[in-house]
């Protein structure tokens, strides 16, 4: 039987890679970090938080897809023969 402090927390650490809080630093001693702790690591952040404090963080939030559709040409159809600067 699972107690009730265990269900409420995931069984294992939350991936810090599709986080929206996770980021990447530009200190190649300390290339992870996460906003929400304000700590930075060269592991995944989730793994500093379990630990430090013995549970799972708690503030994973997935982040949204990005939209990778490509915007419209600047002024054109859209084609490659609608002038530019060769034309
Ligand atoms: S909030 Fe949690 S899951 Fe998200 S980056 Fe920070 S430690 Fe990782």
Redesign the pocket.
């Known amino acids: 039987m699972v107690s009730t402090e265990e269900s409420a927390s995931p069984s294992r650490a939350?991936d810090?890679l599709v986080?929206a809080?996770?980021r990447v630093t530009w200190d190649p001693d300390f290339p992870r970090a996460?906003d929400?702790?304000g700590i930075k690591t060269r592991q995944?952040?989730?793994l500093e938080?379990f630990a430090a404090t013995g549970r799972h963080?708690p503030?994973?939030?997935r982040k949204l897809p990005v939209d990778r559709t490509r915007p419209p040409a600047p002024g054109g159809s859209g084609s490659d023969d609608d002038g530019g600067l060769w034309a």
């Open positions: 939350p810090c986080c809080y996770f996460c929400v702790f995944l952040p989730s938080v963080c503030a994973f939030e």
